[in-house]
């Protein structure tokens, strides 16, 4: 935890490395994930670059690659998982033999594939000259179609031509225009007798179902065979020979069902030949895409570095962890000897001005905390870190608003689900399913705060428990029952003076005043935890403010920030203890009964307008003698707050600027970041941080609200739920009302997950995010900073896996 308390240190470095040993250094370091390089040749064309032609032998690498695996796609044959077990960067010798394997594999299965389509082929128009020629015999033997013909009434003569005509097979689709523009062209003297055929044919390159039909175009004369021939190519139809005798058609149907047992042989060989090789390459191919990436990104890494002038070394730049330096050396000795390079590599640390990128280094469970942080922006470098507290701060608000033993137990569940079978279910690329995966420590700490919760606020889908016995005694018989069935609890007549355990006495939830006793409770409640939550954000400026040298804004901005913020809210929460406290109704001093108890918020208000207001008879205005010379003090205080903050760090600035003369350049703490601004825009600045600063104050105390409203709708509606829907089934008795309520316990049970759980879950998730992004982030955090990319196979893996 110590590591996320703020961002790793970095350090900038310079590695000198032999072009022999460059590709396996850039090996080492990329399987380590440790180092971030800047692009030397930022003004140099892509193409120019040196290692140019290898990453376009890369490129050619992925294109075989990506047939092959599509020809593995189109024939289901299934590759391994190699996630746990990705295999190491080759040498770049190996890189010869793969290319060499590739080239191989892929004219294989080339030949094959074309094989494969050329016989198919070959068989699919043996097939259709099959359905030809049985389709056709009962064509040829309705005479009735030459009587047709002649009953058009054809050119004079004609009924001393022969009968000519053509046979093939069209695609459906096309049967209804080509009919048409048969009638058009021959004027009718065309006549077309069809037949589908039943069994759909499959296209040798798409794989496609095409369906199609035998038909016959009677005609006459040798003018109109070149018409219909024309129109037979333009829809694309194909024409087979089709012999007038029977006996010739029924000997030639014969030869051609022959030669179709023949292909199907050798097509049976060649699948079995095809999917050999396909199953033989399917263990390789993964293995070949991880490498082929490897390579790839270790020359565009290269491409990164600069040649010295002698071109015998080459020297690049790079963002390295301090604490990992002595790793990258080692690294660089690795590369070296792992092709024998009698010249070692050397890495220089060199200073700079530039800010580094910001590194946390995380796990698996952390990983979520931090996630919620950096969206809403990096932490500057050396920056607090907020995530190490939202940790405990994020469930723990957002139980608050979701607070039900139950609903919590539900939430723990899916979290504990997510946690125990992470490794399978990290196999799931989905989009949304990751992200909602990302975060299952999240939820599981959400259900068991909002177990803690729901327990203190004895509440479970809307009942209650009773553990520990009531401290209310319940002063109703019958006749009261009768007249009055609402059950109001009086503290001063039915409290038996002994405090409930754990959490909220059971009786409340029993009691028709249930809802302005919670009202206030939580109200108060969700005030109280929301100052205690900004002031501890306003604390956690000291620590940034003392790590970078700026000692002074803890004069100038801290102290009056902070004292603003204690004077009157932390005050506001005093007073709400003082008053649970002090005001009781077992007294015998009238003005301490709950009737004379003043509301803190009028109170509050008063206070704040320098008003009075006239107590009850036997009451007193204020809570305590002297209050009201303390809530002046503490008014004058504050006041004294806005000008502090508002001028002295401008004057500051401006002081210490005139002390330092025209050519002392040196930045002093405190006012280094303003060297260069102008004395208008600073004094600018600081009256927008402090108007800013005291209206948030307000605007944000209220903010915190959500919690005792979300709170509330989040019991009512579980409420509501219970009554409308499973007293349904109670109401029964016997037998009836078993069934009744198995069978009104499935609705209510999916209401209260998709309700109760997701949308009010996913709504008190939100409105936590927002506390933590506005209210107590605001009080320290920057967020200016760019985060740590390291050269890292694992992460341009897994970026390659989501993209897919």
Same mark, same amino acid.
């Given at each position: 935890?110590?590591?996320?308390?703020?961002?790793?240190?970095?350090?900038?470095?310079?590695?000198?490395?032999?072009?022999?040993?460059?590709?396996?250094?850039?090996?080492?370091?990329?399987?380590?994930?440790?180092?971030?390089?800047?692009?030397?040749?930022?003004?140099?064309?892509?193409?120019?670059?040196?290692?140019?032609?290898?990453?376009?032998?890369?490129?050619?690498?992925?294109?075989?690659?990506?047939?092959?695996?599509?020809? /593995?796609?189109? =024939?289901?044959?299934?590759?391994?998982?190699?996630?746990? !077990?990705?295999?190491?960067?080759?040498?770049?010798?190996?890189?010869?033999? #793969?290319?060499?394997?590739?080239?191989?594999?892929?004219?294989?299965?080339?030949?094959?594939?074309?094989?494969?389509?050329?016989?198919?082929?070959?068989?699919?128009?043996?097939?259709?000259?099959?359905?030809?020629?049985?389709?056709?015999?009962?064509?040829?033997?309705?005479?009735?179609?030459?009587?047709?013909?002649?009953?058009?009434?054809?050119?004079?003569?004609?009924?001393?031509?022969?009968?000519?005509?053509?046979?093939?097979?069209?695609?459906?689709?096309?049967?209804?225009?080509?009919?048409?523009?048969?009638?058009?062209?021959?004027?009718?003297?065309v006549f077309l007798r069809q037949a589908p055929i039943e069994k759909p044919?499959?296209?040798?390159?798409?794989?496609?179902?095409?369906?199609?039909?035998?038909?016959?175009?009677?005609?006459?004369?040798?003018?109109?065979?070149?018409?219909?021939?024309?129109?037979?190519?333009?829809?694309?139809?194909?024409?087979?020979?089709?012999?007038?005798?029977?006996?010739?058609?029924?000997?030639?149907?014969?030869?051609?069902?022959?030669?179709?047992?023949?292909?199907?042989?050798?097509?049976?060989?060649?699948?079995?030949?095809?999917?050999?090789?396909?199953?033989?390459?399917?263990?390789?191919?993964?293995? *070949?895409?991880?490498?082929?990436?490897?390579?790839?990104?270790?020359?565009?890494?290269?491409?990164?570095?600069?040649?010295?002038?002698?071109?015998?070394?080459?020297?690049?730049?790079?963002?390295?962890?301090?604490?990992?330096?002595? =790793?990258?050396?080692?690294?660089?000795?690795?590369?070296?000897?792992?092709?024998?390079?009698?010249?070692?590599?050397?890495?220089?640390?060199?200073?700079?001005?530039?800010?580094?990128?910001?590194?946390?280094?995380?796990?698996?469970?952390?990983?979520?905390?931090?996630?919620?942080?950096?969206?809403?922006?990096?932490?500057?470098?050396?920056?607090?870190?907020?995530?190490?507290?939202?940790?405990?701060?994020?469930?723990?608000?957002?139980?608050?608003?979701?607070?039900?033993?139950?609903?919590?137990?539900?939430?723990?569940?899916?979290?504990?689900?997510?946690?125990? *079978?992470?490794?399978?279910?990290?196999?799931?690329?989905?989009?949304? *399913?990751? #992200?909602?995966?990302?975060?299952?420590?999240?939820?599981?700490?959400?259900?068991?705060?909002?177990?803690?919760?729901?327990?203190?606020?004895?509440?479970?889908?809307?009942?209650?428990?009773?553990?520990?016995?009531?401290?209310?005694?319940?002063?109703?018989?019958?006749?009261?029952?009768?007249?009055?069935?609402?059950?109001?609890l009086n503290p001063g007549e039915d409290y038996s003076e002994t405090v409930?355990?754990?959490?909220?006495?059971?009786?409340?939830?029993?009691?028709?005043?249930?809802? @302005?006793?919670?009202?206030?409770?939580?109200?108060?409640?969700?005030?109280?935890?929301?100052?205690?939550?900004?002031?501890?954000?306003?604390?956690?400026?000291?620590?940034? !403010?003392?790590?970078?040298?700026?000692?002074?804004?803890?004069?100038?901005?801290?102290?009056?920030?902070?004292?603003?913020?204690?004077?009157?809210? /932390?005050?506001?929460?005093?007073?709400?203890?003082?008053?649970?406290?002090?005001?009781?109704?077992?007294?015998?001093?009238?003005?301490?009964?709950?009737?004379?108890?003043?509301?803190?918020?009028?109170?509050?208000?008063?206070?704040?307008?320098?008003?009075?207001?006239?107590?009850?008879?036997?009451?007193?205005?204020?809570?305590?003698?002297?209050?009201?010379?303390?809530?002046?003090?503490?008014?004058?205080?504050?006041?004294?707050?806005?000008?502090?903050?508002? #001028?002295?760090?401008?004057?500051?600035?401006?002081?210490?600027?005139? !002390?330092?003369?025209?050519?002392?350049?040196?930045?002093?703490?405190?006012?280094?970041?303003?060297?260069?601004?102008?004395?208008?825009?600073?004094?600018?600045?600081?009256?927008?941080?402090?108007?800013?600063?005291?209206?948030?104050? @307000?605007?944000?105390?209220?903010?915190?609200?959500?919690?005792?409203?979300?709170?509330?709708?989040?019991?009512?509606?579980?409420?509501?739920?219970?009554?409308?829907?499973?007293?349904?089934?109670?109401?029964?008795?016997?037998?009836?009302?078993?069934?009744?309520?198995?069978?009104?316990?499935?609705?209510?049970?999916?209401?209260?997950?998709?309700?109760?759980?997701?949308?009010?879950?996913?709504?008190?998730? /939100?409105?936590?995010?927002?506390?933590?992004?506005?209210?107590?982030?605001?009080?320290?955090?920057?967020?200016?900073?760019?985060?740590?990319?390291?050269?890292?196979?694992?992460?341009?893996?897994?970026?390659?896996?989501?993209?897919?």
């Amino acid at each position: 935890m110590g590591a996320m308390f703020r961002s790793e240190q970095m350090d900038l470095v310079q590695l000198l490395i032999q072009p022999e040993a460059a590709y396996s250094s850039l090996a080492e370091l990329g399987e380590l994930g440790i180092a971030q390089f800047r692009d030397l040749n930022a003004d140099v064309n892509v193409f120019q670059r040196k290692y140019t032609s290898e990453i376009r032998r890369c490129e050619e690498m992925e294109r075989k690659i990506g047939y092959i695996r599509r020809e /593995l796609t189109k =024939d289901e044959v299934p590759t391994p998982d190699l996630s746990d !077990n990705i295999p190491r960067t080759p040498n770049s010798r190996e890189i010869i033999d #793969l290319e060499a394997a590739l080239e191989k594999t892929e004219n294989e299965i080339i030949e094959l594939s074309e094989n494969s389509h050329a016989l198919l082929q070959n068989f699919m128009e043996l097939t259709e000259l099959k359905s030809v020629l049985e389709k056709t015999q009962g064509f040829f033997s309705d005479k009735s179609a030459a009587q047709n013909l002649e009953a058009t009434g054809g050119d004079p003569g004609s009924e001393n031509k022969p009968l000519g005509f053509v046979a093939g097979v069209i695609p459906r689709e096309r049967v209804i225009g080509f009919e048409r523009m048969l009638w058009r062209v021959s004027r009718g003297n065309v006549f077309l007798r069809q037949a589908p055929i039943e069994k759909p044919f499959t296209d040798p390159r798409s794989g496609d179902e095409i369906y199609k039909i035998v038909f016959v175009a009677f005609f006459q004369g040798e003018q109109l065979k070149s018409r219909v021939k024309k129109i037979c190519s333009g829809y694309h139809a194909s024409l087979y020979p089709c012999p007038n005798e029977y006996n010739e058609r029924a000997e030639m149907l014969q030869g051609v069902r022959t030669r179709i047992e023949d292909l199907n042989m050798v097509i049976n060989q060649t699948k079995d030949q095809r999917q050999r090789v396909l199953i033989s390459v399917a263990k390789e191919v993964p293995k *070949w895409e991880i490498i082929v990436k490897k390579v790839k990104a270790i020359y565009h890494t290269l491409n990164m570095f600069n040649v010295d002038v002698s071109k015998k070394c080459l020297f690049g730049e790079a963002w390295v962890p301090t604490s990992n330096l002595q =790793d990258v050396k080692n690294a660089l000795i690795a590369g070296s000897s792992a092709v024998g390079s009698t010249v070692p590599s050397f890495l220089n640390v060199i200073s700079t001005h530039e800010a580094p990128p910001t590194f946390n280094r995380t796990n698996k469970f952390t990983q979520g905390f931090q996630n919620l942080i950096e969206s809403y922006g990096v932490a500057s470098y050396r920056e607090a870190n907020p995530a190490l507290y939202t940790i405990i701060t994020f469930p723990f608000l957002f139980a608050i608003m979701f607070g039900d033993l139950g609903h919590g137990l539900i939430l723990l569940l899916l979290g504990l689900w997510m946690v125990l *079978w992470e490794k399978s279910l990290a196999r799931n690329k989905d989009e949304i *399913w990751q #992200l909602f995966f990302g975060g299952r420590y999240i939820i599981l700490l959400m259900g068991i705060f909002s177990m803690y919760t729901g327990f203190v606020y004895n509440d479970i889908f809307s009942k209650t428990m009773n553990i520990f016995g009531s401290s209310w005694q319940i002063n109703y018989n019958t006749s009261t029952i009768m007249t009055n069935p609402d059950l109001q609890l009086n503290p001063g007549e039915d409290y038996s003076e002994t405090v409930y355990w754990y959490g909220l006495d059971p009786a409340w939830m029993l009691a028709s005043n249930k809802i @302005i006793f919670l009202n206030s409770f939580k109200m108060k409640l969700s005030i109280i935890f929301g100052v205690v939550h900004m002031i501890f954000g306003v604390c956690m400026s000291v620590v940034n !403010n003392t790590h970078f040298k700026k000692k002074i804004n803890i004069l100038l901005d801290f102290i009056p920030q902070l004292m603003f913020l204690v004077l009157l809210f /932390l005050y506001m929460c005093f007073m709400m203890f003082f008053k649970w406290v002090q005001y009781t109704a077992v007294t015998d001093v009238d003005h301490l009964k709950p009737g004379c108890a003043p509301s803190v918020l009028i109170m509050f208000i008063n206070m704040m307008l320098f008003k009075r207001q006239e107590p009850l008879e036997t009451c007193k205005e204020f809570m305590f003698d002297g209050q009201q010379t303390i809530q002046m003090v503490f008014i004058f205080l504050a006041l004294i707050c806005i000008p502090w903050l508002l #001028l002295a760090k401008p004057f500051y600035i401006k002081f210490t600027r005139k !002390n330092r003369g025209a050519g002392d350049h040196v930045a002093s703490s405190g006012h280094g970041d303003h060297d260069d601004e102008p004395m208008s825009e600073i004094f600018i600045h600081q009256s927008i941080h402090c108007i800013e600063y005291i209206l948030s104050t @307000i605007s944000h105390t209220a903010s915190y609200l959500r919690l005792w409203a979300l709170s509330l709708a989040h019991a009512q509606l579980s409420e509501v739920l219970y009554n409308m829907v499973f007293t349904i089934g109670l109401k029964s008795t016997g037998y009836t009302g078993a069934i009744m309520i198995y069978v009104v316990f499935w609705p209510w049970a999916v209401l209260t997950i998709g309700i109760l759980v997701g949308m009010e879950g996913l709504s008190a998730f /939100l409105h936590t995010l927002r506390l933590h992004w506005v209210e107590f982030m605001s009080k320290f955090y920057e967020g200016l900073g760019y985060p740590f990319q390291p050269f890292s196979f694992q992460a341009i893996l897994d970026a390659e896996n989501e993209e897919k």
